[in-house]
């Protein structure tokens, strides 16, 4: 279980091919603290540590998560968000992320607000019901709060400090990126649907 809020930045070091599986080398500061085993969310999709070695590790993502997330567009020099999973005596600053992307969607448009930026997303009409105005919502590991809300898009606003220590910005229109919608809404939405049928 994460937050959304981010620790770090990692680089994409290293990318090789294991079947359908990728397997990725990644350097971040925060590696030499990870353990074998351990969760951990880069760019929002909850990978498990396999080898820790001094500033890097390595995790392997599954065909099914290839599928699913940006993560086969991952190449070497590639920036992508880190988070270490929550701690229960933490304070919930961002809110419950499971590192289990839904979909991904794409930027379509980024503006300078002088002081702040908005970015518009287009995503799967499918998904439509789990956006809602001022709700959260999980893009690329960063808890992020939506609004515009449309059938196939919203827009986010982000502050200078979200900017300067995420990977947003890196981020350049037509880009991909992770979306996680909010749990609870998931369950909400399951519920209703088991009770109208």
Known sequence: MFTGIVEGLGIIKEVAASGT???????????SAFKIDQSIA???????VED????????TAV???LKKTSLGQWKPGFHINIERSLLLSSRLDGHFVQGHVDTVATCKKIKDRTGSFE????FSKKFAVLVIEKGSICINGISLTAFDVKKTSFRITIIPYTFEHT???FLKKGDLVNLEFDMIGKYILRQSQLLNK
């Open 21 to 31: 599986n990728k397997t990725f080398w990644i350097e971040t500061p925060l590696s």
């Open 63 to 65: 065909e099914e998560t």
């Open 167 to 169: 990977t947003l910005q």
């Open 52 to 59: 820790v070695q001094e500033n890097i590790h390595k995790v």
């Open 42 to 48: 880069h760019d929002g999709v909850c990978l498990t």
């Open 119 to 122: 970015v518009e997303f287009e």
